[in-house]
């Protein structure tokens, strides 16, 4: 089998297509040949080595967390997939590996893809559904009838959060740079304010939510934006950002945990057709590396990026 792989930390060029012998699956592994890969960010932060000191490996290491494919074999003790099933998840974050023909996780961390979803439309969900739901649900309590304010509205995870919130019954405004401002109206979100553009004052305390997905509000836009007991919430950690939050407890970052459960919940809420995620490019596995390096360069598409199988 050929996947994507480096032999050390570094830029683009470290990374290599290769030939690699996939071992056995172990107790409570699944073994899946890969239909589609979504890129995140994250997958060229870990190469970079930018997040060495909570991810750890042997060289040469693979790259690729979200996947979509075929289960074509099973390790001991796992009861919840066979040989043939569809399914969808990501991979533990020290041995990566969704960049290829065939990716090993743990059975936990995938789930079946609904007949309804394309197997493209199911890889791009782990990441961005997960850290959307989690900052919205499980920190963020969201209730029906709250207002939500998503900085990023139209990348991956701010697309995910847009829908998450109407479907959970929450009006939604949103961020996003001037080539975006009509798809970001299209999937839901009124108001919806550019970047280049100052937060109008009347918007200020009147938000139960404000969830930055890339990083760019200022803490003082931040606090401004929410209501009396409303809370921040952030993926994108900083240290100075990580120092204001130990002090405040209306900021809040996320992480995601991409158990089962939770990736459930995401994929219920897309197979019902509630959850649509845009794909902006696409690229076979043999010409993987050169999206990956333009991503990684800044020109990112309205979309998530996907990896296809021929």
Known sequence: MKRIQYYRYGGPEE??????????????EIVVRVKAASINPVDWKVRQGALKFMVRGQ?????????SGVVESVGAGVTRFCAGDDVLGTTPPNTSGAFAEKVIT??????????????????????????????????GHLRAGQRVFVNGAYGGVGQAAVHIAKAL????????????LSDTRAIG??????????????????????????????????????KRG????DINPT????????????????????????????VDLAASGKLPISIGRKATLEKAI?????????????????????
């Open 15 to 28: 990374m290599h297509l290769e030939t690699y012998e996939l071992p056995a699956p172990r107790k409570d």
């Open 239 to 266: 240290f100075s950002k990580l120092m204001r939050s130990l002090f405040s407890r209306h900021r809040k970052f996320v992480f995601a945990s991409l158990g089962a459960e939770n990736l459930q919940k995401v």
């Open 230 to 233: 409303g809370v921040v919430i």
């Open 169 to 180: 019954g929450a009006l939604v405004a949103g961020r996003v740079g001037p080539g975006a």
């Open 189 to 226: 979100a009124d108001p919806v304010l550019d970047y280049l553009k100052d937060i109008p004052d009347d918007l200020n305390k009147s938000f139960d939510i404000v969830f930055d997905c890339n990083g760019s509000l200022t803490p003082r836009q931040g606090d401004a934006l929410i």
């Open 106 to 139: 743990k059975e936990k961390r995938a789930v079946k893809k609904p007949t309804s979803l394309s197997y493209e439309d199911a890889a791009i969900l782990p990441i961005v559904g997960v850290t959307a739901w989690l900052a919205l649900v499980s920190k």
């Open 290 to 310: 050169a999206l990956i390096s333009d991503l990684e360069t800044g020109r990112r598409p309205k979309g998530k990026a996907v990896i296809v199988m021929q």
């Open 59 to 67: 060289f040469p290491r693979a790259m690729g967390s979200d996947f």
